[in-house]
């Protein structure tokens, strides 16, 4: 019998951020690789979600998710986002951010298109493409400000592209695209008719004062641009996989139609749960921003004194670290000598960029809970290289 497999699969292998997961638990190491964000979950959300379970919400909801959630968001959207949005026409629940992705572009793209990520890059984006059959470009962005303009971005259009993904603020590298910078993807999207597609997933957690700037705020943006965020890293629910997409009428419709057909609907309590959340202090949403900061400064300072020095992030809940002075081959054997140690895990840098891009370079985690983000940090304090 013949090896089944599709040719869009041959090559896809389990991410390094999966795999130093499962070699630090084998240690029984401290994470700072993978996302996991074990923050608690806020009362309201979980005792929402509980109510809703015991209440008996348990069948399918709309595939364009529950109202009552739409419409929350839509409050959300125009008083935090700047977006008006139409709850019933414009917004999908979806099985996270990642499935609101893999939705979108297979509802509004086709095979041999076009896709242009920046570069360092959320790998998701990259290989979710791949397997939709698009063809990726890329724009590089130089550590340690991540800048980028007008000509590097054209210079990345190829006559296949059809749409732009940007990540704001960004993972890997917490880098936030101000206003000149969107207006530099607007004029680019509009001079050649590209979508241009967000997430948006860590648009509470933001430094030093600063404030997301949704890309579909932008009036020259409106109208070819598809939002994407979830709701797991701003309530701390990874595991719920709950995101939303926000869109105009008929590509939301389309999205809605493919969402369908690959997950149903997102889960129906849970759904309820979130709901809840909106309903949240204002207190709440600035403890991500000040909660998190502090976890950052912690966290570049013990880099620091290990000789590795953080690319300091101005928003989401990773940063990047050069690990030059460690003197090893390549990140992912850096990696692994942190881990034996230290017991803290860490991300290679390569996961990120083509080639032998990020070699140099460790992705590290800080949603973690207090006292073993600690631990780590006092583990990698007393580290040399």
């Known amino acids: 019998?013949?090896?089944?497999?599709?040719?869009?699969?041959?090559?896809?292998?389990?991410?390094?951020i999966r795999y130093m997961s499962r070699e630090c638990n084998k240690v029984g190491g401290i994470n700072l690789g993978q996302g996991i964000c074990d923050m608690p979950t806020p009362d309201i959300v979980r005792e929402a979600a509980i109510a809703a379970?015991?209440?008996?919400?348990?069948?399918?909801?709309?595939?364009?998710?529950?109202?009552?959630?739409?419409d929350a968001i839509a409050n959300k959207l125009a008083?935090?986002?700047?977006?008006?949005?139409?709850?019933?026409?414009?917004?999908?629940?979806?099985?996270?951010?990642?499935?609101?992705?893999?939705?979108?572009?297979?509802?509004?793209?086709?095979?041999?298109?076009?896709?242009?990520?920046?570069?360092?890059?959320?790998?998701?984006?990259?290989?979710?493409?791949?397997?939709?059959?698009?063809?990726?470009?890329?724009?590089?962005?130089?550590?340690?400000?991540?800048?980028?303009?007008?000509?590097?971005?054209?210079?990345?259009i190829r006559p296949e592209t059809r749409a732009i993904v940007v990540c704001t603020p960004s993972n890997?590298?917490?880098?936030?695209?101000?206003?000149?910078?969107?207006?530099?993807?607007?004029?680019?999207?509009?001079?050649?008719?590209?979508?241009?597609?967000?997430?948006?997933?860590?648009?509470?957690?933001v430094f030093d004062g600063r404030r997301h700037i949704s890309p579909a705020s932008l009036p020259e943006l409106r109208e070819r641009c598809i939002s994407i965020t979830s709701l797991?890293?701003?309530?701390?629910?990874?595991?719920?996989?709950l995101g939303y997409v926000v869109a105009p009428e008929a590509m939301a419709h389309a999205i809605m139609l493919v969402s369908d057909l690959l997950y149903i609907c997102a889960p129906t309590p849970l759904q309820h749960g979130v709901a809840a959340g909106?309903?949240?202090?204002?207190?709440?949403?600035?403890?991500?921003?000040t909660d998190y900061q502090d976890a950052r400064d912690m966290l570049c300072e013990a880099l620091q004194r290990a000789s590795m020095e953080p690319i300091v992030p101005q928003g989401a809940y990773y940063l990047l670290a050069d690990v030059e002075r460690m003197g090893e081959a390549n990140a992912r054997d850096a990696a692994m000598t942190l881990l034996a140690r230290t017991g803290v895990a860490a991300v290679s840098g390569h996961c990120f960029y083509r080639g032998d891009g990020g070699q140099q370079l460790l992705r590290f985690c800080f949603a973690k809970e207090r006292s073993a983000l600690e631990e780590a940090c006092r583990r990698l304090a007393a580290f040399r290289p």
């Open 1 to 16: 019998m013949k090896s089944f497999r599709s040719r869009r699969t041959k090559g896809l292998v389990q991410s390094d």
């Open 53 to 70: 379970i015991r209440e008996g919400s348990n069948i399918y909801s709309y595939a364009e998710g529950a109202l009552e959630l739409r």
């Open 79 to 156: 008083r935090y986002n700047g977006l008006e949005v139409d709850p019933q026409r414009e917004l999908v629940i979806s099985v996270g951010a990642s499935g609101a992705f893999s939705a979108t572009i297979n509802a509004l793209l086709d095979v041999g298109d076009g896709i242009v990520l920046f570069e360092p890059y959320y790998g998701y984006h990259l290989h979710a493409s791949e397997i939709a059959g698009l063809k990726p470009s890329f724009v590089s962005l130089q550590a340690p400000h991540f800048r980028f303009t007008e000509e590097q971005l054209t210079a990345a």
């Open 172 to 205: 890997p590298c917490g880098k936030m695209f101000n206003r000149k910078e969107l207006e530099i993807i607007a004029t680019v999207a509009n001079r050649h008719d590209l979508l241009v597609i967000t997430d948006e997933v860590y648009e509470y957690i």
């Open 232 to 241: 797991s890293k701003t309530f701390a629910i990874t595991g719920w996989r």
């Open 278 to 289: 909106f309903s949240a202090p204002d207190s709440y949403f600035e403890s991500l921003r």
